[in-house]
């Protein structure tokens, strides 16, 4: 077994800051099914979560040498992933001459594809549907959402993936909640049973999910696009 197999996250880290050609890619496979759901199910569309992931990783192995400890790297990779995600949807609604993705299309043109994690064949059009509704949510609820009732983080982890009090994600997964509530209440049956809630849906194996530049050919430097650089207020309440 290669001892990079063995190393922690944070024994990897340092070891690609140090000139390990080898170690951010063990680091990004060993986490890459979990990263790449996330910007999945936050952008909804194969194409765009995986230029967002592919940005994200970017940005890390640049910025691996500011990495403070303060944080799990799993915490630190997650937050970098969201912000890629977030990044796009706001250049998107920046410019609403462009379609909305609706997660269909296939990977022409791109050279980068990847398989959905799957939800159950008889629960398909349901997660379509559902899938949609999270797209219409404002995009601090859908994040918030997506790491707690699709991917299943704990609260607090969200809270330091985020940068804000948990509180806030409390917050945010309520209003996104009842908003889907609306968005969503076709689907309670007659008898008036609430709307099947959002849950995590099983993961598939991930193929074809975008890879990192091997090896590390610049000095750490901070994070050189918008999906490493922070902007959301940790105080801000939706609206």
């Known amino acids: ?41 936050t952008l ?39 912000n890629a995600c977030l990044d796009r949807i706001r250049r998107r609604q920046a410019h609403p001459t462009v379609p909305l993705p609706d997660g269909n299309r296939a990977g022409h043109g791109s050279g980068i594809g990847g398989v959905e994690p799957a ?15 999270l797209a219409a949510l404002p995009v601090e609820q859908r994040a918030a959402l997506v790491l707690v009732d699709v991917q299943g983080y704990p609260v607090a982890e969200v809270a330091r993936i985020l940068g804000v009090a948990e509180g806030t994600v409390k917050s945010r997964c309520a209003r996104g909640r009842a908003r889907l509530a609306v968005l969503l209440g076709h689907l309670r049956p007659a008898t008036g049973a609430a709307a099947p809630p959002v849950r995590p849906e099983p993961s598939g194996p991930v193929a074809d999910v975008p890879d990192v530049t091997p090896g590390n050919p610049r000095p750490a ?18 609206t």
């Open 1 to 41: 077994m290669d001892g990079r197999d063995a190393a922690t996250d944070l024994e990897l880290l340092r070891a690609h800051v140090s000139g390990d050609r080898d170690a951010f890619a063990v680091l990004f496979h060993r986490h890459r099914d979990r990263l790449w759901a996330v910007a999945l199910r």
């Open 44 to 82: 909804g569309d194969r194409e765009e979560a995986a230029d967002a992931l592919q940005d994200a990783l970017l940005s890390a192995h640049r910025a691996a040498g500011r990495f403070r400890g303060d944080s799990a790297v799993t915490t630190w990779l997650h937050r970098i992933v969201v």
């Open 221 to 238: 430097e901070g994070v050189g696009s918008g999906s490493g650089r922070y902007r959301r207020d940790a105080n801000q309440e939706d």
């Open 119 to 133: 939800a159950p064949a008889q629960d398909h059009d349901t997660a379509l549907v559902v899938r949609e509704a």
